[in-house]
């Protein structure tokens, strides 16, 4: 041992070429060493989410930046880069993704174009809603200019994404989350998409309410047209459902007496509020003029067309305020008929008798209430009186044998009398008409079958 | 310290091959001896250094830098200890024969 330390008393020379060794040594290693700890370093985070890091070495010290979604994730990333082989210090230029509040997020569809815009809580769920978008509208150009950011409310990816599924119903609009409130606007792509829309909402996540749907959907559209040259009624556009389909062609064919109806209605959903009540007595207005057009479009009515005579048009004016529902507009653009040539008695019976062979007066039952469904009719019937100027009518009422005498009697008489003033309403001279109740004491069919009392049942025009 | 190991391994065993051959040399050599005071000035010198080292208070790259030297002496004096060691038991055994 003391040899040894004598010895080691020459040992210096040998340093010469040792630190010549050493010089040499950092000289060569020092970038390889760095670049080799680097990439350690990082492979040691990757499995850790993070945003933006930045890692570089300095000899064999990290220096290790990065945005972190949590405090954990934060303490995790350090202590895994500090415990990678070979490091030797890390220099903390780490810190937390700052937190929006409130915390946005939307997407926006332009015709052939979505961008999503604001926060995301993760770079996955950023990744995730990419392929969302992508899946939803195929084909479509997705601009990603999402943020990260902490403070997202819970379930987030999850209303997003059903968001981004309302997304493909919109032709052009956007959808956003605002903390937890959802908002939507834009055009729906088909009729019904709002109602779709409007509906799916209700699967949002639990927390996230709908502070605004301000989705539009493409016109409802209801369309009816009299061509007196076809003697049809076409009807086309859309009705809500079955059950209106065949209100609406009830209506129809009792209203429209001579014309045959065509049917090319289809259903769907998305019809406004009152859509029936206004439809129906659109077609009434529609079954008094002798051509027209009935146009209905969400809740604005417009019905053109010429009325049989001076009186009928003004009715209908006059009429329009009262009979459709409110928030309903309702526009006519009605025009009279030139008025056909006077024609002498008998063919004006032969008139009356062709119309009345085709359809009949309708009224309420057991009552003297004109059906509205007969205006069409009475209108006609108005119109033919108009062509015999000079003739005196007979308007004779007829009941069925139900009920007793006396009862009849009187239902006649009043029926009689409601069509004569409808007629003078209507502008014809009332002493041109008399109007005379027979009760059931003319049948012209046997009360014994329902059919029978139906044709017994009945208003009649006597020319002199 | 692995890892330094690991990644020198190459200069570490020329460190240990230098140090080998000098301490073969230092035995018989005629060179001057270090003096007692410089020896131990050295020994603070290198006290100092490797508390340089552990407390890692040298920044960056000149902390690497010192680490590596440090490490390259270790093998250094290892190789001159045995270098010593088996020239002065050759040199004994031809001292006996001769």
Known sequence: MRGLFRWSSKWWPGVVPLVLFWVIAAWSDTTAVEADLAAKAASAVKNIVLDKVKMSADGRDIDFEAEAFSEEGRHGALTAVADAPGVRLVNDGTRLVPEAKPFVWSAEREVAKITLSGNAPLPAVKGKLMDVARDQIKGIEISDQMGLARGAPVNFADAA?????????????KVAISDSAVSLSGMARDLGGREAIAAALKNLPQGFSVAANDVKAPPYIFYANKDPVAVTLTLSGYVPDENVH????????RKFFSEKVVDNLKTSVGAPAGFVNAVIPALGVLSRLSTGTLVVSDREVKISGDALYEAAAAQIHAGLAKEFPKEWQVTADISVRPAPAPVDASVCQQLFSDLLSKTKIRFLTGRATLDSDSTGLLDHLVE???????????????TDSDGEGAANQSLSERRAQAVLDYFVKAGLPADRFTAIGYGSTKPVASNDTDDGKAQNRRIEFLVR | MAYMIAFHWGWLLGCLVLGFCMGWVAVVTRARSVSK?????LSVLA????????????????GYWLDLLLLMFVPYLVGCGIGSQLRAWVVMRSMARG
Not at chain 2, 37 to 41: C, D, K, N, T
């Open chain 1, 246 to 253: 065949a209100i609406v062609l009830g209506s129809s064919s």
């Open chain 1, 384 to 398: 033919t009186a108009l062509r015999c100027p000079n003739a005196t009518i007979e308007i004779a009422g007829h």
């Open chain 2, 37 to 41: 005071r410089w020896m131990i000035a």
């Open chain 1, 161 to 173: 994404a059903l968001l981004l599924g309302q997304l493909g119903k919109l032709k052009d609009g």
């Open chain 2, 47 to 62: 006290a100092a250094l490797v508390a340089m080292s552990v407390l890692q208070v040298v920044p960056g790259r000149f």
